[in-house]
């Protein structure tokens, strides 16, 4: 007969004493390792996306249009997703790639000579840029916790911990709390990620044509090198798929950018004036498939 226990404790016992143990290797009876998603990762991140544009560069260009482009990226991290509960988000991430986006639908002007003048009259042409893209958790304000780190980390780490506790829980103003539905998660994350893409510095200046100002000519070749500065607003992601130490998934994001030029330079056969020059507003949608592989 099996010894009686009376206290509590002692039932635990027995009952732990029968009780399966999983294994700890990949096989039959292995323990579930999803917490292995937590931790450093590399991955490739796909895009495309859609913009509409408030314009061309040149200051009288103001006939609105809209392009798409394609994005390719290695994807270095650290997968903080989840940890205290289904709304928490400390995913942090830097992507390194490369984009192409085709020609504008807007023109540069008024085209005469052909009937359909295609992408060559495009207000901004087809262009191939470098791209940048950081995911950062934030405290109260946009890209705080990188300041904070360093110096918390010699003041108070304890106090570090807290704060990216709470920036991993939507911030001080916990506005940025994902939403968790059947259909899929949603989350504002606007000041939590960033995109920066450098036109123009890959080789040559891209040529870009736009409206005389003064001078012998309707038109004059610029080249010109621009910043374009993507803030996502709004995400959404429809599925999450992981396995010991993969994971993937879709991701549609609602974004606002501005492309701001840096570097305008005449062709030298022009003999107009320098022309005037202002950014470029865009909205859009952008569809990303992010794959990952855990360390």
């Known amino acids: 007969m099996p010894k009686r226990v009376t206290d509590t404790k002692g039932l635990l016992v027995e009952v732990l004493r ?13 323990m579930p390792r999803f917490r292995k998603e937590l931790g450093p990762f590399i991955g490739i991140q796909t ?29 270095l991290g650290l997968g903080l997703e989840g940890v205290m509960n289904e709304s928490s988000d400390g995913l942090v991430f830097l992507d390194l790639g490369i984009r192409l986006d085709g020609a ?19 207000a901004i042409p087809a262009r191939v840029g470098y791209t940048a ?14 300041i904070a ?7 108070s780490p304890s106090a570090l911990q807290q704060m990216a506790v709470t920036a991993a829980n939507g911030g001080l103003i916990p506005w940025q709390v994902g939403i968790a539905t059947p259909a ?15 036109y123009g510095y890959l080789r040559d200046p891209d040529a870009v044509i736009v409206p005389a100002k003064g001078g012998s000519r309707d038109y004059s070749l610029v080249a010109l090198r621009s910043i374009q500065l993507e803030f996502p607003v709004l ?59 855990y360390f």
Do not use: H
Request: aromatic share 8%.
């Open 184 to 198: 899929g998660r949603f989350q504002f994350i606007l000041g939590r990620e960033v995109e920066a893409t450098f």
């Open 235 to 293: 995400e959404y992601r429809p599925f999450r798929s992981f396995s010991v130490d993969q994971s993937s998934t879709l991701v549609l994001q609602l974004f606002g950018a501005v492309d701001i030029p840096t570097s305008v330079r005449l062709d030298d056969a022009s003999d107009a004036d320098q022309p005037d020059q202002k950014a470029v507003w865009q909205a859009g949608l952008r569809l990303s498939f992010d794959w990952r592989s």
């Open 18 to 30: 029968d009780t399966p143990v999983p294994m700890l290797r990949s096989g039959l009876g292995s």
């Open 47 to 75: 895009a495309a996306r859609a913009a509409s544009l408030s314009g061309g560069f040149e200051k009288s260009e103001d006939q609105p249009g809209a392009t798409g482009g394609l994005a390719l990226a290695l994807r």
């Open 104 to 122: 504008s639908s807007n023109k540069f002007g008024d085209v005469e000579i052909v009937e359909e003048p295609g992408a060559i009259t495009a």
């Open 149 to 155: 780190t360093p110096v918390m980390l010699l003041i």
């Open 133 to 146: 893209r950081l995911r950062l958790p934030f405290w109260l304000l946009p890209m705080d916790m990188l």
